[in-house]
């Protein structure tokens, strides 16, 4: 059964290699609603997790946001080199959450409705076999 808790990934949204693959669209909600600094999306505030990520994924988050604003957002005075991974991550998170959350919920939604379909025609059928079965 597909809830908002279910990875947005398993009803055909794409994730981000830099945002973990089980984000729920409770998560892209939560992102939305409050940013990542609100502990909405862990890692991306944690220091070593977001260090890791971008280190891994450094040029993709970068890229992600350049194409979104078409410059880099700049980085607050003194930060430290886990507080820019922290920065620059999180603005990359909740820009993606930003542009994906109404796609995610109409396709929950549609992932939701095949199940009613199906339901709704095993009914249809029962009443054709009470009313004597299709021609």
């Known amino acids: 059964m597909i809830d908002e808790d279910t990875p947005v990934s398993s009803y055909g949204i794409d994730v981000p290699s830099w945002i973990d693959d ?3 669209l409770n998560d892209i909600d939560a992102i939305y609603e409050g940013g990542c600094a609100s502990g909405a999306y862990m890692p991306a505030v944690t220091y070593w997790k977001a260090r890791e990520t971008m280190n891994e994924h450094g040029d993709d988050v970068l890229s992600f ?4 604003y078409g410059d880099l957002p700049p980085v607050p005075r003194g930060e430290s080199w886990s507080g820019i ?3 620059y991550l999180s603005v990359a998170v909740e820009l993606w959450a ?3 959350r109404d796609e995610a919920r109409a396709a929950f939604t549609a992932a939701q409705s095949p199940d009613e379909d199906e339901d709704a025609d095993e009914t249809d059928d029962a009443g054709d076999d009470a009313q004597g079965g299709e021609e």
Request: proline letters at 0%; zero cysteines; charged letters at 25%.
């Open 22 to 24: 089980d984000v729920s």
């Open 65 to 68: 946001i350049e194409d979104t």
């Open 85 to 87: 991974a922290v920065h």
């Open 98 to 100: 930003s542009s994906v």
